[in-house]
């Protein structure tokens, strides 16, 4: 029998999506299964968004290839009608129509960083970094942050420690997925000038830049002075207009060689997904009152998971200030197997609920293994339903710690 590559046995399974079989079984018996593992949104997407695609499926009789970069009409809009509404001056040559988020970060790893090289991030991070870095022969080194006190992101003299001849880059996530941490103004400007004074790409994942809880405006990797030629800003439309199957994405940066780069990838693809695009471009026509109502809807299903999260003996979770996620630390012995019971074994008046175990979105071995990620994705009603059948799970777990 044929055997397939080493390279594929070791490809990570997903941490966020490995489960869904236990899921998919649990559904099957009958069960109802709340979940809170995965970041997709159950809001409505905005109808300008769905009627450009339906009005251009009535226009056209066939749909071909578009320009490696993706439409032009969809690429200048962005620049005008959102990223100069933000403070972020673009020409069309500095952004690419990517296959959402996830190939735009990993183009923009392998643009950064050739194999054995190494890329900072910090801990905990978006899992599939670590499924882009493996994939590509990329080292991550992690600076640590801790649950306790709220993620916060260590002196700068701890990502100094990681720096060697191999350090080619510092990718983020801001707000975090999968922490809700959200950089300040200072904290950005620290990262920019230690990246300029080491000579490395930042490369900043804003795919929530519009789920912030602060009365400080979200301050994009894009904004910090004289680093221009460093910057590599990926982005996404499945979050901010709730389009996720669109798969849309986009790479932007000032920096000709690496937009030259990204351009020769995207011809490999040949091109990003035609209606996708079109939805896209509707959904650039978004009134600000959808933006409001959504980020008030977020607060308070944010607000409602942290207060019921440490109200159950043993759990805490610190209040995260951006994207719509929370880590939750459970006293169970394993958050993985906890999970994995949650789906096999516990039922509560025929429901269970799915959360995602935390260990992989660690660098550090040994880290998040009693921690879970929480996606505050449902409406508050069904989220407190899907918080207190957690909680009841909790009480019967034989892996409970006293």
């Not at 709340?34 to 109808?47: C, F, Q, R, T, W």
């Not at 159950?312 to 958050?335: H, M, Q, R, W």
Request: proline share 5%; aromatic share 8%; glycine share 6%.
């Amino acid at each position: 029998m044929a055997k397939i590559s080493r390279k594929a046995e070791s490809m990570p399974a997903s941490a966020i999506r490995k489960l869904v079989p236990l899921a998919d079984a649990a559904k099957a018996d009958g069960v109802k299964v709340y979940h809170l593992n995965v970041g997709a949104p159950d809001i409505k997407s905005p109808e300008c968004a769905l009627e450009a695609v339906a009005r251009k499926c009535r226009e056209i009789d066939h749909l071909s290839y578009t320009n490696s970069l993706g439409f032009a009409e969809l690429r200048k809009g962005m620049i005008e009608k959102y990223y100069r509404k933000i403070g972020i001056e673009l020409d069309l040559s500095e952004i690419i129509i990517d296959v959402a988020g996830s190939e735009a970060f990993s183009v923009a790893m392998q643009i950064a960083a050739d194999a054995g090289d190494e890329i900072i991030v910090i801990e905990p991070y978006y899992t599939n970094y670590n499924t882009f870095a493996q994939l590509n022969g990329i080292v991550l080194k992690a600076v640590h942050t801790d649950i306790r006190d709220g993620f916060k992101v260590p002196p700068i003299e701890e990502f100094e420690k990681l720096v060697s001849d191999r350090t080619k880059a510092v990718l983020i996530s801001n707000p975090c997925n999968p922490t809700g941490k959200l950089f300040s103004r200072e904290e950005m400007l620290q990262l920019g000038d230690f990246c300029r004074r080491h000579d490395l790409f930042l490369i900043s994942d804003e795919v929530y830049r519009e789920f912030c809880y602060t009365d400080e405006p979200h301050f994009s990797a894009m904004n910090i002075p004289d680093l221009d030629q460093n910057v590599i800003l990926v982005d996404s439309v499945s979050k901010r207009y709730n389009l996720c199957g669109a798969r849309i994405g986009c790479m932007a940066s000032h920096n000709k060689e690496v937009m030259a780069a990204a351009l020769k990838f995207g011809q490999s693809r040949l091109c990003p997904p035609v209606l996708g695009q079109y939805a896209a471009m509707g959904a650039l026509d978004t009134p600000d009152e959808y933006f409001d109502a959504v980020k008030a809807e977020y607060i308070a299903r944010r607000d409602c998971a942290v207060e019921m999260l440490n109200a159950i003996p043993g759990v805490f979770a610190p209040k995260p200030l951006g994207a719509f996620y929370t880590i939750a630390e459970l006293p169970v012995d394993s958050a993985e197997s906890f999970c994995r019971w949650m789906l096999t074994d516990f039922r509560y008046e025929g429901a269970t609920t799915m959360t995602t175990p935390v260990a992989s979105f660690y660098k550090t071995p040994g880290e998040g293994t009693r921690q879970v990620r929480i996606a505050y994705v449902l409406e508050v009603p069904e989220l407190k339903k899907a918080l207190h059948i957690l909680a009841e799970g909790l009480k019967a777990y034989p892996g409970r710690l006293a």
